[in-house]
Nanobody
């Protein structure tokens, strides 16, 4: 089964950049929808971005469009989230997740964000200081 492990979180200054990685120790196919979530203390978990297949089909929430880039390398079983121009409000625990899903449902975001039976990683902390 899919097992995920995130890394790359750190403390950075506002305007800085980070790249998060999520390695699957199981198997991820082109039929998997993958994405990133984040959760700040005392707040609800929110979806950030999704990607389908080998790449090229993506979705971003408005708050990160133009700043974050999601990508995947199935040959390396790795999902990435490149984060530029980081803001204090980006501070959160970031989680990756995966689920078999259609391309259409994956790249519209909400079906993946709301699906209950996803595989999850344990998270990596991102802290952005002003």
């Amino acid at each position: 089964q899919v097992q995920l492990e995130e890394s790359g979180g750190a403390s950075v200054q506002a305007g800085g950049s980070l790249r998060l990685s999520c390695v699957d120790s199981g198997y991820i196919s082109d039929n998997h929808c993958m994405g990133w979530f984040r959760q700040a203390p005392g707040r609800e978990r929110e979806g950030v971005a999704t990607i389908y297949g080998g790449g090229g089909f993506t979705y971003y929430v408005d708050s990160v469009k133009g700043r974050f880039t999601i990508s995947r390398d199935n040959a390396k079983n790795t999902l990435y989230l490149r984060m530029n121009s980081l803001k204090p409000e980006d501070s959160a625990m970031y989680y990756c997740a995966a689920r078999l899903l259609s391309r259409g449902d994956c790249v519209t975001g909400l079906p993946f964000f709301r699906a209950a039976d996803k595989a999850w990683g344990q998270g990596t902390q991102v802290t952005v200081s002003s």
